[in-house]
């Protein structure tokens, strides 16, 4: 019995440390980690701006191609608020709908090798990241569940810090 025990609290330890090893690595009020992508769609690489909405997605899922359809419908982004689309499908691959969305408010990074994926643990997509100039996160999670309106409440909630 004692063995037992033994093997079942090492086994819940292994599983405990592994849970934790899969976390995203972003926090509210943390800072992110750099795009450093090797590659962006028509070279457009973005220009600094008050905030960035990063989205990981792949853009033949459904759910990815829901969100794609959000961002390019979306009048938030300008000169202040730009949109960063993280996939990790090569050039070549990309849908027609993720071309469609790329302007000079919103770009596409292409993260072939996984580098960027693992910078920010991402472990599920769509997965969606506001981030201020200071690449403070400011809000994380699945973009499905978020309200039209999310980009106005965060940044009225943010501008008196900035």
Not at 15 to 25: M, P, V
Not at 47 to 75: G, H, M, P
Not at 88 to 111: G, M, T, Y
């Amino acid at each position: 019995m004692k063995r037992f025990i033994y093997i079942v609290t090492i086994l819940c330890t292994l599983l405990l440390i592994a849970s934790r090893a899969q976390a995203q690595h972003v926090a509210l009020e943390e800072r992110v980690p750099k795009i450093k992508a090797g590659q962006w769609l028509n070279d457009n690489v973005p220009k600094k701006s008050q905030y960035t909405y990063i989205e990981f997605i792949n853009s033949r899922t459904v759910s990815c191609q829901q969100t794609l359809l959000r961002i390019q419908n979306d009048a938030h982004f300008g000169e202040n608020v730009r949109a960063v689309i993280i996939t990790n499908e090569s050039p070549e691959q990309i849908s027609p709908e993720l071309r469609k969305c790329a302007n000079d408010f919103i770009h596409v990074a292409f993260d072939v090798d996984g580098d960027i994926f693992r910078d920010f643990n991402v472990q599920y997509v769509p997965f969606g990241i506001v981030v201020d100039h200071r690449r403070k996160a400011l809000w994380f999670g699945n973009p499905i569940t978020l309200k039209t309106d999310f980009l106005d409440k965060i940044i009225i909630q943010n501008n008196d810090t900035h």
